[in-house]
Nanobody
Framework: QVQLVESGGGLVQAGGSLRLSCAAS????????MGWFRQAPGKEREFVAR????????DYADSVKGRFTISRDGAKNTMYLQLISLKPEDTAVYYC???????????????WGQGTQVTVSS
């Protein structure tokens, strides 16, 4: 089992920035790939970004490319998502996810965090 806990969400004005963190515990090791999803009110949960266990591979949704950066610190078992140039449409609950299979991090990861709210005011 892997437990994931997100932090760093909050209220920010459009154009502002935030950094989300996801701390992993349990059977972590360095072999789990990790990612971020988000769910806006009335919408389905959507993929945001993913990072391989080594950190050498990353992928982003088109809507966040150039504005969001995913990274991880293996020694701390922590993943980050740096959000800049935030827009009101980025408002959502952001979820951390992990899986031993990189491909599953596009839509069906095995492990999920509880989510952290990001609200961007116009």
């Amino acid at each position: 089992q892997v437990q994931l806990v997100e932090s760093g969400g909050g209220l920010v004005q459009a154009g502002g920035s935030l950094r989300l963190s996801c701390a992993a515990s349990g059977r972590t090791g360095s072999s789990y790939h990790m990612g971020w999803f988000r769910q806006a009110p009335g919408k389905e949960r959507e993929f945001v970004a993913r990072i391989s266990w080594s950190g050498s591979s990353t992928d982003y949704a088109d809507s966040v490319k150039g504005r969001f950066t995913i990274s991880r610190d293996g020694a701390k078992n922590t993943m980050y998502l740096q959000l800049i140039s935030l827009k009101p449409e980025d408002t959502a609950v952001y979820y951390c996810a992990a899986d031993s299979v990189y491909g599953r991090l596009l839509n069906t990861p095995r492990y999920w965090g509880q989510g952290t709210q990001v609200t961007v005011s116009s």
